[in-house]
T-cell receptor
Framework: QKEVEQNSGPLSVPEGAIASLNCTYSDRGSQSFFWYRQYSGKSPELIMFIYSNGDKEDGRFTAQLNKASQYVSLLIRDSQPSDSATYLCAVKVDKYGNKLVFGAGTILRVKS | GAVVSQHPSRVICKSGTSVKIECRSLDFQATTMFWYRQFPKQSLMLMATSNEGSKATYEQGVEKDKFLINHASLTLSTLTVTSAHPEDSSFYIC????????????FGEGSWLTVV
């Protein structure tokens, strides 16, 4: 079992819709969870991070964490074509120190 | 957010030569930096963890003699690809931890290496 799993997609949503991206992780010792966006040929950029169970909102983005079920999700409201990218879920696992374990990423396509 | 800068952004080198990539944390001190490699349409692969003032920790399968990492200061880590071959052509990305309570990790812009 991979430590961090994401559906590779592509996930296609119409412009203005809500895009829901999901990520599961295997290590219950995981403490910190990150969502990165990566455009083709570019470096990942941090969207948001979450540490506590529940929701965390930042603009059009909402991260949701459920440690009991070991999943973290990212909701993008009012999706725009510019949101089309690969979204990487990353988990910081205590046993690896400060190292992030990345999922393979989900391709999101927002169609206008 | 914190700024991590990489240089060069693109480099072409001849097979058999060495190339150095720099990673700088511009507005914070990073005791730990990470080096990743990403092939087209694949996810990030952690190569090594760079610790200031000590030897880097390499992931399994990564040749430490081929990918030399130096973290001489709290703001600079370098990756040198030695005796480069065409199969080393890839996107190399560094990241650094802010080290604050959030321990958020930010990425550099990445460096495209093409070995011809």
């Amino acid at each position: 079992q991979k430590e961090v799993e994401q559906n590779s997609g592509p996930l296609s949503v119409p412009e203005g819709a809500i895009a829901s991206l999901n990520c599961t992780y295997s290590d219950r010792g995981s403490q910190s969870f990150f969502w990165y966006r990566q455009y083709s040929g570019k470096s990942p950029e941090l969207i948001m991070f979450i540490y506590s169970n529940g929701d965390k909102e930042d603009g059009r983005f909402t991260a949701q964490l459920n440690k009991a079920s070991q999943y973290v999700s990212l909701l993008i409201r009012d999706s725009q074509p510019s949101d089309s990218a690969t979204y990487l879920c990353a988990v910081k696992v205590d046993k690896y120190g400060n190292k992030l374990v990345f999922g393979a990423g989900t391709i999101l396509r927002v169609k206008s | 957010g914190a700024v991590v800068s990489q240089h060069p952004s693109r480099v072409i080198c001849k097979s058999g030569t060495s190339v150095k990539i720099e990673c700088r944390s511009l507005d914070f001190q990073a005791t730990t930096m990470f080096w990743y490699r990403q092939f087209p349409k694949q996810s990030l692969m952690l190569m090594a963890t760079s610790n200031e003032g000590s030897k880097a920790t390499y992931e399994q399968g990564v040749e430490k003699d081929k990918f030399l990492i130096n973290h001489a200061s709290l703001t600079l880590s370098t990756l040198t690809v030695t005796s480069a071959h065409p199969e080393d052509s890839s996107f190399y990305i560094c990241s650094a931890s802010t080290g604050n309570s959030g321990n958020t990790i930010y990425f550099g812009e990445g460096s495209w290496l093409t070995v011809v």
